[in-house]
Each structure stands twice: as C-alpha cells, then as structure tokens.
C-alpha cells in the first residue's frame, strides 16, 4: 500500500520538504532504506547515517532538516509520526473469522462471529470473546473469561481462568494470565496452600508481553489499567494495581498488593516489594528495588554499575573496612579536641 | 455450599462470638464482604476495615475480638483457619475422568481410569499418570514421567521427560520442568553440548509458579522436597536439590548443584550461585545474591534500596572516592602522630 | 550401545591405563558410576568420590591418574572428552519423520520429507522446515520462518513469524521467539505502539533455553550469532546483537539495541542497558548491571554477596552516614592545618 508524501503530509501534520509525488510503502533505518521507503531520526547517534540515507523520505524535527539530503517530513515528534504511518504501512493480516475445526469451545462459551478462534484453541465455560478478536494457534482461554473486541491473545498464551481483557489489547505468546497467587500460610512447619479466587482486570488498550505472568487476585481482584505496557518475562503478583498508561520494562517485578500510580515508567529488572504503594509520574531505574512508598513524583534508582573486577574489589574492600575508617576518624577528632 | 459459624467453629477449633446459625458460603475482604461472606483479620493495617466489615463474620485472635462489629471465629491463626476454611468453600471444579478424543496418548503410557487428560495433551511413552490427577489442555507430558494421584498440571505446562512429579502437586501454566540443564564444554573457543540426562524428582505437596523452569539433572537427578513452593519466573538448575517445605518467591535464580535445607524462605529476585549449600531454616532477603555456603540458621540480605536519584547519585559518588578519603585519613593519622 | 575403552581411547585420543576389552554403555557421577558406566573426573572438590569410584573406566588427565582405582582414559579435557563420548552412548531417538495427522500446516508451507512434524503442531504460510528437523508437539512456527537442518524445536516453544534459525540448533521448551519488542512512543500521556516488523536471524549451532524470549527487531534483524548459548528465562530485546560462541547463563536481560561481541560469557541475572557495546572476549559477573560500552576484554562485577542481615544493615547505615564522614575528615584536615 503506496503512500505520497504529499498525503502523509496533510494526513499527519507535517511540514513537507521535497516532492510530494514520491510515494513510500514501507519503512527502514537510515542506514537501510531504499526507493519507497520511509525512515525517521530522532536520536542524534546517527547524524551520519541521516546525512548519508538514500531513504525516499525522512521524518524530522524542524531543526534537523538541514542535514537531510532527501525529501523531508518536519514535524515536532518524528518518532510518534513514525509509529503512526508504520501502522498504515503495515497493517495486521485481516482475520480468518470462525472457530477453526480443531479447536475446543465450550457450549456456554459466546463467541462473536466477527473473531478468529485459530488451531487448537480451548475456550472455557461460559468465556466471552468479542467482534474482531484474534485467539492464536494453541491458546487456552479458561472459564469465566472476556476478551473484548479486536484484542489479541497470541500463541501459546494461557489465560487460566476469570481473566478480563478489554478491547484492543495485545496478549504475546507464553503470557500467563490469572494463574493462582503465591497464597501460603504455615501450620507446623508446613506451607497450607491460601485459595487465590480473586480476578484479573485488564484494561482497553494494554499489552502483555511474551512469558510475563499476572497473578490473579486472592480475594479482591489484580487490577492493570488502560493503555498499560508490560515488556516480557514479567512478574505481577496477586492484587497489584497497576495505574493507566504506566510501563515496565522486561523482568520486572511486582509483589502482591503492590499499587503502582499513572503514568509511571519502570526499567527493566527492577523489583517493588509487596504492600508498598508509588504515586504517579513515577520513573524506577533499572534494576533498581523500591522496598517503600513513594509519594512523590520523580525518577529513582539504586545499584551500581558493574566494571572490572579488580577494580570492584577494591571498592568493597573498601566498602567492608567502613567502620574502621569510622573508628580511625573517630579517634583522631578526639586527639584533635586535645590539641585544640 | 453454606456452612454454619457453629458448624466451622467446631471442626476448626474456633471459639464463636455470635449466632451459630449464620452461615458462610463464601470469603471477601473485610472491606468488600457482606452477607453470607466470611473475612479474616491478620494485618493490622486493616484494623479500620475491621471496624466497620459488613462481613458475615470475621476470623480473628482473641486480642481483636474487641474490633469486630459482627460474629467472630476466634482462633490463634487467622490466617491459617481461613485458608482451610476457604478450601472447603471454593473445592475445585470435579474432574471429567478419561481421555479427550484431542488427547495423544502414547499406547505405553499408563493412564488411571480416575485421572482426566484434556484436550489437546500429549502423553510420551512410558509415562504413568495416576488416580484423580488432572492434565489440563495443552500440556506435553513428554517419555518416562510419572504423576502422582491428584497432582495438576496446567494448560500449557511442559514435563519434557523423566519428571517424576509426587501426589497432590499443583504445576501452574507455562511451566517447563526437565528441560536441558546448561551443560557446556568449550573446545577450541566453540561450545560442546553435554549431554543431560538426569530426572527431576519431585515430592508430594509441590507447588510450582508459572513460567518457572527447573532443569533436569547433568548426571545425578535435580530435587524438589516434600512440601516445596516455588512461585512464578523462578531458574532451578541443573543438579540442584531444595529441601522440603523451603519456599521460592518469583524470580528467583538457584544455580546449578546448589543446595537448599529445609523450611528455608528465599524472596523475590535472589539468586544462588552454583554448588553452594544453604543450611536449613534460611531466609533470604529480596533481591538478595548468595554467593557462599550458608551454615547458620537466620535472616541474610545485601543489597540497597532506590531512592530519588539525585540522592543516590551523591552516595555513589562518595563510594568511590572513599579510596581518597581513606588516604587523607592515613595522612591525617600521620600527622597527629607528629603532634603527639 | 557398548564401547570398549580400546575404542574409546583410539577414537578420541586418550590414553588407556587399564584393560581395553572392558566396555561402557552409559556414564554416572563418580560417586554412583558402577559397571558398564564411565565417568569423569574434572573437578577437585570430588577427589574423595575418585578414590573410592566403582565406575567401569574415569576420563581425567595424566596428574590425576594416580589417584584412580579403576581403569583409566587419560586426556588433556576430561570434561570435554566426556561430553563427546556421553553424546555417542545417548544418541537423541530417531526422528518419526513426517507430518502428524493433527499437526496443521498451511498449504504454502514447504516441509523437507525427512522433518518430524509432531502432535498439535501449527506450520504458519510460507515456512520452511529443514531435513532432520524435529518440531515438537504442540509448537507454534509461524508465517515466514525458517528451520535449518537437523535443529529441534522442543514441546510448546513458539516462533511467532519471520524467525531465521540455522542448523542444529536447540530451541527449548516455552521460549518465544520473534515476539513484538518493547517499542512505544509517547503522545500527549499516553502510549502509541510502535510496528515492529524486523525478524530474528539465529545462526548454526545456537541453543536457547526454555521460557527464553527473541523478540524481533523492530526495522532491522535481531541476530544470534553462531553457537551462541542462551540459558533459560533470558530476555534478548529487539535488534540486539550477539556474537559468535558467546554464552548468557539465566534469566539475563539484554535491553534492546546493544551489541554483545563474539566469546563473552555472562553469568546469571546480568543486565545490560541498552544501545551499548560490549568487545569481544568478555565475562560479566552474576547479576552485575553494564551501563556503559565495554571496549577491552576481562572480568567485570558489580554488587554486594548477602550477608547476616544484622551485618548489612551495619554496613548501609555507613554507607549512608558517609557524607557526614567526608565532612568531619575535612574538619579534622582544616585544624590539622592550623596545627602545621
């Protein structure tokens, strides 16, 4: 699907510099792309690569255009307008609508005629899928679920039971939702496992990544808000609030009934612990562990940087001999307060 | 299914305060239940719900009684008397026994007539599954594995071959248990695959977290003691032996042949490294990396906290100079000698 | 399958001490090793278990052969020697070539004659699978993927499309690979996904562990180079780079955009940030975070072992008191100076 600059230009607001009868149909890095096909530059590490592309167009900011030597689209935020034509350049295949042969639907499932029920799907009792709905090759979808309309659950992710999905969403392969909490109380030595039969509510717009797991609640229910993103191989524990249009990078986690504000951005590796709450407007560092609240907005971290090891040795030894630096000090502020 | 507050206090030990006659049929926070719902005091961050529940009635200890607003289950732990009780009030859904016709039984494998195999599972060769199990949709039970009576394992779960899984275990989705352990010898700058080709053993009462991996062994087998709960994200590698009724928190990481005692605690994100022996009754801090054996019972931790990174920044800047401060102390030391 | 140790030395190069009529069909540990069965002797924590071995022949060099009750293979690796032997007496069972009757393989799709195409497998348009290849149940390959020859996709792994993997690769069970990276721009508060349509090329030789996640590049490839290893619960973010013969232990993050050079190996819950360089040749400690570009080749760490918490918790009071520290060095420093 061909697109002229001249187009994009009135579709996304943009100032354009060049020919507005060259079309583009895909998009590539500077580095990379060709005839008809679009990039974009909106970090300076590749002021070379801008000043040397044979792209059929770039998008930039006002400010850069001068380094282009190829038509330009100019506008404040060439990433976002990025995002946003690649969507039009690519868009998702159209779905095969129906319940295909081999997959499992439950009688009391509703499954709307307007989804895609792929290969070997199981849908449970009494699941709900909506108009636009694609469920991937090998996903389990269990009782008491919702996908709402055009959301996409992908291959291979399982949605154990009670799971709500709002519309839009996008669920990646390996993604566990709504499996039992980690719920144990001890008796004589013994883990007696605590029956998790909480919910978990996802919200419009939000996406799950590949292997991250969301725990449903104990009682009340896991709750992830609208336009939330959550990279891979993440850890939600039961009850966590996640608040809309927060993000958190791959390996994260959340203890239970931690609550996360709006709009908050999380680096990978990071980890709260559980019962503390983060307002909004929060930004964690990687690897960085919140053992707090955090009531104001702002970016924290933790940790250090690793480097090379004789050198790290050093700083720990150091580090070890701490309190007999104190004593040293110490030590000499007495002598000291003799000599004055 | 209802229960009477006379009935529950008697078959768990509760002293009531109340009318016998009220009954139960399900459990809510004290925050949400109402009618016909039973709650639980046990953190006393809540003590305001407490106050106030619209609950049916509440457990509790005999110290809060005085809090409680309507009938109350007194007993020494709350928490433990409400997970039996919850257990009896949320049974599982009852099994349909058999084979679902999507099912690919190997014809050596041996199935109990009272376990039931979902749909679309693999059973491998040789592989017994035994009374009342359950093998929910999509799992791979691969060759020379053995499920013990009424153990789960859910949709989508991975057994690759010779896990021996003990009674009443629950094996949530995504799980991969006896999959190669990281055996590498290098030759001449490249990798040598070595050959794994031990079981994984695991005992009765086994929980184990979704996503979770745990390697089968090198040569000896990988073990999981009676009791364990491992949460979800969790690396159990090759070789490692876990004694019984130690607990897991998600994410975390026990390298190859080490070895965890009893009743041990380990929280979310630690790590242990490889061949090392962790002593029984062991708790082990969030995030916490382990890197030597443990001998003694107790409480281990490492690590910093985050905080505003402007804050951090400085501290991290003092640690390195602390090389500097160390010397000006030893000049000072010098000095005051001098002056001595 | 039996072999002779006067086979065994010939084919591989060591030296027999002991009768080469005696034969091995199988390997155990030093310790459980009994007739018929070869170890290894490579590590000398396990000298004891040496002296008193039952195993029908050891692999260990020439120093070591004094302490060997039983016939001996004498090499310079043992460890590799042992892996190459151990891989002839446990060849991986032969392929059951061709397609199951539930697998479900789209019409585009071109699968080599000599493939086994197992249970519950989807084979997505335009696929293509290599001789030798073993797809395990319940896989998901996608559209426009590639499998080389004799590579094996293990139980419930999912491609999810345009993966690239080489020959004789090893993909484990619930990875993911070729998921959508973690690719988001901002507008007006909320997130606006970002298309990835780049793919995964991995070369020959790789094996990637289960639960591990590739996502696909978002414009170009993200590459594995050959004979890389992955270990399990890895996240590898979109357009990374991994160099040749360079190994990750588990549940490693590598954010998106950096480049890993070619013979490094980074031990378990390591991070790297991302669009950073790492040289070739280089080890990074468990769980130590790289910030930076690494540009010469050696060891490098970051962080704290745990300790008795009462010890920490010491330490960090210090740590943060260390400014007051500087302050009163330099107080001493100032009436030192008024001493001189």
New interface residues.
């Given amino acids: 699907m061909a697109r002229s600059l001249g187009e994009l230009a009135a579709q996304f607001g943009c100032e354009l510099v060049g020919d507005p009868a060259v079309t583009v149909s895909g ?3 500077l580095g ?1 792309a060709g005839d008809g096909q679009l990039s974009f530059f909106s970090n300076r ?1 590749y002021r070379k690569q801008l000043r040397e592309t044979c792209a059929a167009a770039v998008l930039l900011t006002a400010e850069d255009s001068k380094d282009c030597p190829v038509p330009a689209l100019v506008v404040d ?1 060439p ?2 307008v ?3 034509i ?2 039009e ?2 868009p998702p295949p159209p779905l095969q609508v129906g319940v295909h042969v ?1 997959a ?1 639907v439950s009688p009391t499932a509703s499954i709307s005629p307007g989804a895609e029920i ?3 799907v ?1 849908v449970g009792d009494d699941t709900v899928i909506g108009n636009g709905a694609y469920i ?3 996903v ?1 979808v ?1 009782p008491r679920c919702s996908i709402g309309e055009h959301s996409h659950i ?3 992710a ?1 949605l ?1 039971q009670d799971v709500i999905v709002g519309r839009r969403c ?1 669920i ?3 993604a ?1 939702i709504g ?2 909490g ?6 004589r ?7 998790q ?1 909480g919910r978990v509510l996802i919200g419009d ?1 939000v ?1 799950v ?3 991250t ?1 969301i ?1 449903r609640g104990s ?2 229910d896991t709750v992830i808000g609208d ?1 939330v ?1 959550l ?3 993440i ?1 939600i ?1 039961h009850n966590v609030n996640i608040g809309a ?1 927060t ?1 958190l ?3 994260c ?1 959340v ?1 239970g009934s931690a609550t996360i504000g709006q ?1 908050c951005m999380i680096a ?4 709260l ?1 559980g ?1 503390i709450s983060i307002c909004d407007d929060v930004v ?9 609240d955090i009531t104001e907005p ?12 004789s050198e ?5 030894a ?3 001999r ?2 007999d ?2 004593k ?2 110490a030590t ?2 007495k ?2 307060g003799k ?2």
Wanted: glycine share 14%; charged share 20%.
């Fill in positions: 998009v590539a890095t990379n590490a935020d990433y976002l990025y995002a946003l690649a969507a350049l690519y081999s499992n792929s290969a070997h199981i991937a090759p090998g389990v269990g992908l291959a291979n399982t154990v996008i990646h392969s390996g566990v499996a039992d980690f719920g144990n109380a001890k008796s030595g013994r883990w007696i496992k605590v029956p039969i717009d996406e990544g590949a292997n797991c725990d009682l009340d336009g993103r990279d891979n191989l850890q524990g249009h993000a990078a791959a390996q986690g203890a709009r990978g590796q990071a980890g612990v019962h964690v560092g990687g690897a960085t562990k919140i053992w707090k702002g970016f924290y971290t933790g940790g250090f940087p690793g480097e090379k090891d790290w040795k050093k700083k720990v150091r580090f070890r701490l309190g630096l104190v040293r000090v000499l502020e002598r000291a000599n004055l």
